[in-house]
């Protein structure tokens, strides 16, 4: 497969549940509310948007062999992105993310199930290496396993291709603390943030998350961008530092919001848009999937970005 000047993207496809109680939770018996699946997956997320904004995208990824995996594929085709060397794995389930949202729309609790990840293999990558050779960019995201973490890291060094990964969960973050020198970019929460370098800070301490933002950038990330919740983002790095203030309105999900963030920053860094600008089409591009019931706003596009775009 030939490809040119494309962003390449690693990780998790998925399935999403999401509920969100319309009465306070009781423990032991059922809740009424509201119940939707959509499609996930922090790559797969990031991979729609950049493909939505019009960046040729090809997306690394495995599911299983069930009705699930192929809507995913299937899905991905239509919006842009080549999923044309995803893994489909036999009497294997395509990977499941299940949240309980509160009644204002805020995470509470979330089980993953991404077994079936597990199929991409250092072997894989080295075998799609040429993919690397090409791509303009690399975004992963930490569900991968540490050896295939690993397996890319040695593929983007080799080929002098910027990366960017996202840390995903307090959980796997860790997994990136080894290659935080080999990231053009990261853009974790204030727990991952803990979780990658240490730093403690509460999310209304704006000084006290510039500062963990540039412990980043001191242990090697190129720019790193820490997300506030309601209290915005901040970000930093060698060249710049500043805060961008969180976009008011209803929530009606926030699911895949920091995924679009990421997607709408590697959007204009591709562009050549200064980092300050970049990150301000980042929060209003997850601003507005916030007020979508999907994971990926259907809608988006580049003229919505920047019609938006009131900050």
């Not at 290659?179 to 999310?203: K, Q, W, Y």
């Amino acid at each position: 497969m030939s490809q040119q000047e494309h962003v390449l993207v690693i990780g998790a496809s998925n399935l999403d549940i999401k509920g969100r109680p319309a009465l306070p939770l009781i423990s032991g018996s059922s809740t009424p509310g509201f119940i939707q699946s959509s499609l996930g997956g922090v790559a797969r997320n990031i991979a729609e948007n950049l493909a939505r904004l019009e960046v040729k995208t090809v997306l690394l990824t495995s599911v299983g062999d069930d009705e699930h995996g192929q809507r995913i594929l299937s899905q991905a085709t239509r919006s842009g992105i080549d999923v044309s060397e995803a893994v489909v794995v036999a009497d294997e389930r395509t990977s499941a993310y299940l949240a309980l949202l509160s009644e204002s729309g805020s995470l509470d609790f979330a089980i993953d199930d991404m077994r079936v990840i597990q199929a991409l293999t250092p072997e894989y990558f080295i075998a799609h290496k040429a993919l690397f050779e090409s791509a303009r960019m690399v975004a992963l995201d930490a569900n991968l396993p540490p050896v295939s973490l690993k397996a890319v890291v040695e593929l983007c060094r080799e080929y002098h291709v910027p990366l960017c990964a996202d840390p995903t969960s307090t959980v796997l973050a860790p997994r990136l603390t080894p290659f935080l020198p080999d990231l053009l970019m990261t853009c974790p929460s204030a727990a991952e943030t803990h979780a990658l370098c240490g730093a403690v800070f509460e999310g209304a301490n704006r000084e006290a998350a510039q500062a963990a933002a540039l412990k980043l950038v001191g242990l090697g990330v190129k720019i790193a961008i820490i997300t506030l919740d309601e209290h915005g983002v901040v970000y930093g790095s060698e060249e710049t530092t500043g805060h961008i203030p969180a976009i008011t309105g209803p929530v009606v999900d926030p699911t895949g919001a920091s995924d679009a963030m990421t997607a709408a920053i590697i959007f204009g860094l591709l562009e050549d848009i200064p980092l300050d600008e970049s990150v301000r089409l980042g929060v209003n591009a997850a601003a507005l999937t916030m007020r979508s019931r999907e994971s990926v706003r259907p809608d988006l596009d580049v003229d919505l970005l920047y019609d938006q775009l009131v900050i």
